[in-house]
């Protein structure tokens, strides 16, 4: 997960003491974790990773030259937001949201 993260979204690893224990350093931008969608069960996935950039279109443009799949970008309220998922298959999004507010 933390090699998606730096390949795909510009962050920055950073091991400690403890091999299992990596800290993720965002260079720009900020990831939240969300509420999955409501309709979520037990045993699916219940979070979303929200990687949030203040663009939209350019974050994920590198990233899906990474390789990485995304759907149609949506557009709402001002702010736009793209999903895809990441290499466990879990739900991710990258958000103009909190930049919109």
Same mark, same amino acid.
């Given at each position: ?42 045993? !699916? =996935? ?12 350019? %974050? #994920?443009?590198? @990233? $899906? !030259? =990474? ?12 702010? %736009? #937001?793209?999903? @895809? $998922? ?16």
């Amino acid at each position: 997960m933390a090699a998606f993260c730096c390949r795909h979204f510009s962050f920055g690893a950073v091991s400690g003491d403890d091999e299992h224990v990596v800290e993720l350093r965002p260079r720009n931008g900020v990831m939240t974790i969300h509420p999955a969608s409501k309709g979520q069960k037990i045993g !699916q =996935s219940l979070v979303k990773l929200v990687f949030d950039v203040e663009d939209v279109e350019s %974050s #994920f443009a590198t @990233a $899906r !030259q =990474s390789g990485l799949v995304f759907g149609p970008v949506h557009a709402a309220g001002g702010d %736009s #937001f793209v999903n @895809a $998922r990441d290499p466990s298959d879990h739900p991710i999004s990258v958000s103009s949201r909190v930049f919109s507010v």
